[in-house]
């Protein structure tokens, strides 16, 4: 009974949902918030049009699952794509491409979350992150970018992309990469998802916004 319970459906936001063993992380002050809780206020971000729009232009925020399998087909050996829902992939890289900046939510699993935003409008990668620059595996994120490229590759080869916005190219994987914080924020282990939550909703594109706290 009790592992039937703690499998119950508690959440669910458009395609998000909370499970009830995934809220255990917001009850114990000693666990990171996990990809579920995550994606659940990613998600309602998404239904605030003040965080679409921004000084930087237009936003799209990715939820970590999306990520994860960003980060899935960046790994080598190279993927070869065979999606039997290529419509849905083809709605993941319009997304990207109406957009001026891609938040993109990183993990280092079981050790950190960051995220990085995918600025077309200068052809630049920023990172976030809670532990200000003193991060210097990035791994996850080569790995991300290159999925994200490989993506948007192979549904160009199937449709026509209005690549408008992506002045600089899709070659998002060699662009350069710029820490946006310097100093760190987070002074214990296990605060980095809220930090970098914080982050994806008040990031300007230059600067944080006077509301993050």
Same mark, same amino acid.
């Given at each position: 009974?009790?592992?039937?319970?703690?499998?119950?459906?508690?959440?669910?936001?458009?395609?998000?949902?909370?499970?009830?063993?995934?809220?255990?992380?917001?009850?114990?002050?000693?666990?990171?918030?996990?990809?579920?809780?995550?994606?659940?206020?990613?998600?309602?971000?998404? &239904?605030?049009?003040?965080?679409?729009?921004?000084?930087?232009?237009?936003?799209?925020?990715?939820?970590?699952?999306?990520?994860?399998?960003? &980060?899935?087909?960046?790994?080598?050996?190279?993927?070869?794509?065979?999606?039997?829902?290529?419509?849905?992939?083809?709605?993941?890289?319009?997304?990207?491409?109406?957009?001026?900046?891609?938040?993109?939510? =990183?993990? =280092?699993?079981?050790?950190?979350?960051?995220?990085?935003?995918?600025?077309?409008?200068?052809?630049?990668? &920023?990172?976030?992150?809670?532990?200000?620059?003193?991060?210097?595996?990035?791994?996850?994120?080569?790995?991300?970018?290159?999925?994200?490229?490989?993506?948007?590759?192979?549904?160009?080869?199937?449709?026509?992309?209005?690549?408008?916005?992506?002045? &600089?190219?899709?070659?998002?994987?060699?662009?350069?990469?710029?820490?946006?914080?310097?100093?760190?924020?987070?002074?214990?282990?296990?605060?980095?998802?809220?930090?970098?939550?914080?982050?994806?909703?008040?990031?300007?594109?230059?600067?944080?916004?006077?509301?993050?706290?």
């Amino acid at each position: 009974m009790k592992g039937k319970k703690e499998k119950s459906l508690l959440v669910r936001i458009d395609d998000a949902w909370v499970i009830r063993d995934d809220m255990d992380c917001l009850l114990n002050g000693d666990v990171q918030v996990n990809g579920a809780v995550i994606s659940a206020y990613i998600q309602l971000m998404r &239904h605030e049009e003040h965080l679409l729009h921004r000084e930087g232009g237009d936003v799209y925020l990715e939820n970590t699952f999306i990520t994860q399998l960003l &980060h899935r087909d960046g790994e080598p050996p190279a993927t070869t794509w065979n999606y039997s829902r290529n419509d849905m992939v083809e709605t993941w890289v319009q997304n990207y491409l109406k957009a001026d900046m891609v938040f993109l939510p =990183i993990n =280092i699993v079981k050790f950190h979350w960051y995220v990085a935003i995918v600025n077309a409008s200068i052809g630049e990668i &920023h990172v976030l992150d809670s532990f200000g620059d003193q991060m210097s595996n990035f791994q996850d994120l080569e790995y991300t970018l290159i999925g994200m490229e490989r993506m948007i590759k192979h549904v160009a080869e199937h449709i026509q992309l209005d690549r408008q916005k992506w002045k &600089h190219g899709i070659e998002v994987s060699s662009w350069p990469t710029k820490h946006m914080i310097t100093k760190r924020a987070q002074t214990d282990g296990v605060s980095c998802g809220l930090w970098m939550l914080n982050y994806m909703e008040y990031w300007t594109g230059t600067t944080l916004s006077g509301a993050m706290t």
